[in-house]
């Protein structure tokens, strides 16, 4: 005796309405999951008078684990003295990507404009230093290998890195 398609959906018809009603799967994926195709989906769903949830459209920050980390970064104290390579080395991610999350997460004001900005590790390494020790800026400079640190103050203070903390920036 042979069977029709349409007599495999007799015995998981409960657990199909179950995933069409709850799930935002495509009937692809739904046909390929019950054995059958995605036509013999759609029709039993409109049989059935089945409301489908709409799928999110965009990238959907609250799943995304890379932008969680990147908030989760932003969080901490001084983290707009930050270099885009610690962020890179911390999340794990590529630079691209890191900067793409960035650029989303900015739009959405999820970060501060000037977090993730800080092209240098020396930077990095001279702000770390001077949040810890509050050395001479001219002697953080030399031990991290920067000849003009005041310099770099008073860069990112004109565009607009909060430096509050320096006596450059007061």
């Known amino acids: 005796m042979i069977m029709k ?3 495999i959906l007799r015995g998981k018809e409960d657990d199909l309405v179950r995933d069409l009603k709850k799930t935002t799967f495509s009937f692809k994926k739904l046909g390929k999951k019950y054995g059958v195709s995605r036509q013999a989906v759609l ?4 049989r059935q008078g089945i409301k489908r949830p709409v799928r999110p459209r965009g ?3 609250e799943e995304c684990r890379l932008c969680q ?4 970064i932003s969080k901490k104290p001084h983290s707009e003295f930050i270099s885009i390579h610690t962020i890179v080395k911390e999340t794990g991610g590529s630079r691209v990507k890191c900067l793409s999350h960035l650029r ?11 977090f993730g900005r800080l092209k240098s590790k020396r930077a990095e390494k001279a702000y770390a230093i001077y949040f810890k020790t509050r050395l ?3 002697t953080i400079g030399r031990k991290v290998g920067i000849k003009n640190f005041h310099s770099i103050i008073r860069k990112h203070k004109e565009i607009g890195i909060r430096c509050s903390a320096l006596p450059l920036c007061l």
Do not use: M, N
């Not at 029709?43 to 409109?46: I, Q, W």
């Open 5 to 7: 398609k349409w007599g």
């Open 59 to 61: 990238h959907q920050i």
């Open 136 to 138: 001479p800026i001219s």
């Open 104 to 114: 989303t997460l900015r739009d959405k004001g999820l970060v501060t404009e000037k």
């Open 43 to 46: 029709a039993f769903c409109k």
């Open 69 to 72: 980390e990147l908030i989760g």
